[in-house]
């Protein structure tokens, strides 16, 4: 699987659009990016993925660039409770089934929103 | 609760001491996993079960680690003859994957804190 690079850290204010940057300058064709969160003390939470086009769900939005070598995970309105480790992961996906959660995790983005 | 239930949440043990950790994934998720994760690094992978087969182990899992899925549900995974090294959050996790191809997404627990002293 691709590897993936991810800043150290940012901050948000409570309220305000979460931005956070992942560069995958290797990924192949066939290979998705996800998204997880790790809040303190609890187990990794799947949160987005995706190929090509972009993604939204009830959690965030996935913006994937058009040559696919980088993405940014945005959380429209963050709030305090959104302070967490976030993990970057490509991921090769074979839809014949072959595939599995094998996820090979980076040291992540610790994002902070404070009041 | 019917999420990925894990037991117990921490351990404390000496070295040389032999641990073993449950886990209960959610009901009919075939795919079940153990990860590891030390602290200010991300998790990594230990091994994979489809239903009761392990399918694959990582370099990581020495001889003194085994995990088992007897009956395809639950999941055990025992250090033996503990050291130091093996302070860490061990982490399980499943996921509905199956012939008709995957998301991709993985259901984890709250984890097992385990020191060795």
């Known amino acids: 699987d691709a590897k993936t690079t991810q800043p150290t850290s940012m901050d948000c204010a409570e309220g305000r659009a979460a931005n956070l940057p992942c560069n995958h300058s290797?990924?192949?064709?066939?290979?998705?990016v996800y998204w997880y969160r790790q809040i303190h003390s609890q187990g990794p939470q799947y949160i987005i993925h995706?190929?090509?086009n972009n993604e939204t769900n009830e959690m965030a939005s996935l913006i994937i660039t058009e040559d696919r070598k980088s993405s940014t995970l945005i959380l429209p309105h963050a709030t305090l409770r959104d302070t967490a480790v976030y993990y970057c992961i490509v991921r090769a996906s074979n839809a014949g089934g072959t595939s599995y959660g094998k996820l090979t995790f980076g040291q992540g983005t610790i994002l902070t929103v404070h009041p | 609760d019917t999420g990925v239930s894990q037991d117990p949440r921490h351990k404390i043990t000496k070295r040389g001491q032999n641990v073993t950790f449950r886990c209960d994934p959610i009901s009919e998720h075939n795919r079940l996993y153990w990860y590891r994760q030390t602290l200010g690094q991300g998790p990594e992978f230990l091994t994979y079960?489809?239903?009761?087969?392990?399918?694959?182990k990582s370099r990581l899992l020495s001889d003194r680690f085994s995990a088992e899925r007897p009956k395809g549900s639950f999941s055990t995974l025992e250090i033996q003859r503990t050291e130091q090294g093996d302070s860490a959050m061990y982490l399980c996790?499943?996921?509905?994957?199956?012939?008709?191809?995957?998301?991709?997404?993985?259901?984890f627990g709250e984890g097992s804190r385990l020191t060795v002293l």
């Open positions: 996790a499943s996921s509905p994957e199956g012939a008709g191809g995957n998301t991709g997404e993985l259901f």
């Open positions: 290797t990924i192949s064709g066939n290979e998705y």
């Open positions: 995706g190929l090509k």
């Open positions: 079960f489809q239903n009761e087969a392990q399918l694959e």
